[in-house]
């Protein structure tokens, strides 16, 4: 799997692929990467939070988290309910429950500081994201 | 530079760089893609614009486009606050006229429907990212 | 732009009954009504639309329309991945279809003045609110 | 006014009212339901606040209840300023001062975490509800 | 009046008055400037509007004064039930209609390009302007 | 520069200045007070932060203090992209750095609760004031 996203990567420098936007003209550019920034974000926070016995500092990683989450959430929606389509679903019936545990753990992340959450949130980006980019192909 | 923009995409899949936020926290984690996503949706919606004499469409691609165009700034603004430090300033001293002429092309792409302004401020946002990663490598 | 405005403009573009409020606290207060409140608004903004020939009226319902049917989907958005539970798509497996068909619908709202369309999104919105009351009764 | 309120929820039920929106095309189409929900949201966030010795769920629901009560602010002014007309001042010459009232308690709900704001809030929007639909009958 | 906002603003060099935000910390910082401000906006965008005959400028047009008139209402809004006090409304009864009034010329605002609705509007924001300054002597 | 400050406010009571507004139409109007008023808010919760022991109140003014520095950057930012052009920049080469480093403080104002980060802002808000008020005189 790490050698097609490699593919993906070149494929997207050579011909650059369309990007994600809250659009819904639609503009037709979606990207899972924004999702994944946003995973990104929220995992570094956490560790920031873990390491330090600031109050202060820990009160601001909490408030940006709440944020960085919704975000994530955001991102994943307009990939869901927007990019994918009815044949699509045909080919991965698994999308659905996909969308919804992804959307679960931008949840639990904003709850708790637990750096297995962020893992386990980009885990499932990577599993989207690795769709995504075959539907892309095909 | 393409081989660089390859390398840098690799390693990015090697070792994922951090992505970028909208943080402050400061969570460290940034990436000029955020803002490549929303000039290339706005490049797309100007295409369609152009494309489309539905006024009721039209009408939504400018709404839209102004949104994303919004968000293009944003994103710039985050990597050139809060990113860039003065020690890249001494290496890049070219970097505020470059933010600056590149917010302001998303300011044009607002006003009009020209798809080379979108092509300008896609090819200014990615002399930031070169510029970025080179920092990242230092 | 207020921060909740600028953070979550969101929450905003973007009961004696417990109702939706976006927390995922959680709160544990949840109302399908939200939903429809802004399908009703939009049916009501489409049969305005229709009845004006006035090009300027048009432009602004067409900006309001957008911005009820965003905040329409991001309270079917809560409801779906903060609501409901693992148990409840036991009894409910049609649930993420119902869901997803039903944010489709909020897209199809922004596209075009056919009032059928939000008489379908109120149509699945009270599908959507038969099985949370059920829920709830349970 | 317990009975009319049933009534009211009766008839909405046979016949859904319209509801609120923050619309201001007009749209026409307004419910105070929407100002209700919020000060639930607010109610729970308090209680849950004050059965809680965990300081970073305190922090959530701080951040949390400061957006729920803007919301509910912003329910109540849509309400106020866009809803009411001078025909209602005469006739309920009261309502300015009761709204003031209210959304002053917003701010008070912001502030502390004492239940009994929230009640005060939600029987104040009770009676801007009553006063609401008495009009509608008119 | 115009020598009493002359002396207003001569204070306000000699020792920096307050300034608003929307903050409901209170943070005890207000002014009526902001206010002032978009309502400047509206109306140079409603002069802009109708001097232009180019149909896409006008849209931006339309969809950026709605914006305005809702940071307009927001600042008054701010200023009504956060600034000012029931010893305020003692002094000045006429206050509740006055704001009442001025944010419905936010929504007649958004809803025509009649310069001297923005003319009334910015009269009634001078007003309140005035009634301010006059309880920040007392 | 007290008696220049001093003829400007004059100037702008006889004949009223634009005002600043996120506009981009562009509307025209702009004033560096809308920055200052946010870092003079900024400035009363850092003080009131110190002032208090109250964890809840500290939590509340460092959510707010979040959002009136973002503020606060916004109105910067409008003056430095869409105000400013290359003839200003001509006469006044100092500008991009004098704005980096405003919002760098914008930055610092959200990390600690130290008054002088916020006198600091609120002088080097000053200094962009002077140079936006000549270039309206020129």
């Not at 873990?50 to 929606?77: G, M, V, W």
């Amino acid at each position: 799997m790490l050698l097609a996203r490699m593919f993906n990567a070149l494929d997207r420098l050579r011909a650059p692929r369309p990007v994600s936007a809250h659009c819904d003209l639609p503009c037709g550019v979606y990207d899972p990467a924004q999702a994944r920034v946003e995973a990104e974000s929220i995992k570094a926070i956490m560790e920031k939070f873990n390491a330090s016995d600031d109050p202060y500092f820990r009160d601001r990683a909490t408030l940006i988290k709440e944020q960085r989450a919704e975000e994530c959430n955001h991102h994943l929606d307009v990939l869901w309910y927007q990019y994918f389509q009815p044949a699509h679903l045909e080919k991965y019936p698994q999308l659905h429950e996909l969308f919804w545990s992804t959307k679960k753990l931008t949840s639990q992340a904003k709850r708790a500081n637990d750096v297995a959450i962020a893992d386990q949130l980009l885990a499932k980006i990577n599993e989207i994201a690795d769709i995504f980019w075959e539907t892309k192909k095909a």
